[in-house]
């Protein structure tokens, strides 16, 4: 599984016109977007760890050093992102032949999401499969990209 990490301000998710998913953040905290990807053959144990990941990373400032989510309880807005995998090696189109097809990503995807709930996250997420117009503010700016495999 692969994700793209940003730190943000603030976070909104749209489809036809109608806000699905934001964070609720107060003045001088910080949330994250979290965009994912799965390739096929990822699994529920690389969910989980990505979940994990996510949950610990230490990308949100504090008094006298970086935090975690987990240590300030910052909600995290989960948006499934296929174009992650695209292969971009040959010519000007891309190919798509890494992303894992919806029946395999999306319940991967799910898990990622129940599993940082799981541990005590405020969670907002798109729509599976939908165009979704994603708005935020990165705070930073802080984007990291996060892979379950270490190739």
Excluded: C
Aim: glycine residues 8%.
């Amino acid at each position: 599984m692969r994700a793209v990490v940003q730190r943000v301000s603030q976070a909104s998710v749209t489809v036809d016109g109608e806000v699905v998913g934001a964070l609720d953040i107060g003045a001088d905290e910080h949330g994250l977007v979290v965009l994912v990807g799965v390739t096929h053959d990822d699994t529920a144990d690389d969910a989980a760890k990505l979940a994990d990941k996510i949950w610990r990373l230490r990308i949100l400032p504090g008094p006298d050093r970086e935090l975690s989510a987990a240590d300030v309880g910052a909600p995290i807005l989960v948006i499934s992102q296929f174009t992650l995998y695209a292969n971009t090696a040959k010519g000007r189109r891309p190919s798509w032949n890494a992303a894992a097809p919806g029946p395999i990503a999306e319940p991967l995807v799910d898990a990622v999401v129940d599993a940082l709930r799981s541990f005590g996250a405020t969670v907002a997420t798109g729509r599976f499969g939908a165009h979704m117009h994603v708005s935020l503010v990165n705070d930073g700016p802080v984007t990291l990209i996060l892979d379950t495999d270490p190739r």
